[in-house]
């Protein structure tokens, strides 16, 4: 069973950035994509961002420009770089690993970005 653990999060001021970062406890190189998604209080979970095993990424339109997700298979940690931070980034972040047999989600870390 492996399991993700998100790491990073934290109080920060609008305009300032954040590393997330989500280890697991064992290889990811078999996990086709790794997601970062993030629930709002009161709002639906959305998807922020993916990379796939191959190093393909794709972002929310609402992060564009701003985040970034990377990939580390030697490390089995994904990373999501965040600038530019905005009020409207306050969230629980939580990564998602997708193998073909298995779906693994970790249990979140909160952003909370002050304005």
């Known amino acids: 069973q492996v399991q993700l653990v998100e790491s990073g999060g934290g109080l920060v001021q609008a305009g300032g950035s954040l590393r997330l970062s989500c280890a697991a406890t064992s290889s990811i190189f078999s996990f086709n994509v790794m997601r970062w998604y993030r629930q709002a209080p009161g709002k639906q979970r959305e998807l922020v961002a993916f990379?796939?095993?191959?190093?393909?990424?794709n972002y929310a339109d609402s992060v564009k420009g701003r985040f970034t997700i990377s990939r580390d298979n030697a490390k089995n940690t994904v990373h999501l770089q965040m600038n530019s931070l905005k009020p409207e980034d306050t969230a629980v972040y939580s990564c998602?690993?997708?193998?073909?047999?298995?779906?693994?989600w970790g249990q979140g870390t909160q952003v909370t970005v002050s304005s």
């Open positions: 990379v796939t095993k191959d190093g393909s990424t």
């Open positions: 998602r690993g997708t193998s073909n047999l298995n779906d693994y």
